[in-house]
């Protein structure tokens, strides 16, 4: 059994089924098999270069976010500027994360 795409919805259905589940439209042989199969892409991996630059600008962002932190402790802080400070924080974290990730499997 293979999947194929309703040529009405896109939505992935049974190349046995007659119609589609999820519009109901009848399903011929001639539609595209999907491709479940990840691969991999033609880009060029990032350069030693590229990699520190953005290491270096997502560790800047989680600087920011934990010194705009330090000056909310010492003045009454509105919601927002506490939501900023954290938002600025876990995104610099969560991108130092995906450039680590990148730059490792970029070496294999």
Do not use: Y
């Amino acid at each position: 059994m293979t999947l194929i795409a309703c040529s009405e919805c896109g939505r992935a259905v049974s190349d046995k089924a007659a119609v589609c589940v999820g519009c109901g439209a009848p399903l011929t042989t001639s539609s595209s098999a999907i491709d479940l199969v990840a691969k991999r892409s033609n880009a060029p991996p990032p350069t030693r270069e590229q990699i520190k630059r953005r290491a270096l600008l997502s560790l800047s962002i989680l600087a920011l976010g934990l010194i705009w932190t330090v000056f909310l402790d010492h003045r009454p802080s509105s919601r927002l500027a506490s939501f900023m400070a954290a938002l600025l924080i876990i995104g610099g974290l969560c991108w130092f994360m995906v450039v680590l990730v990148h730059a490792a499997s970029s070496r294999r």
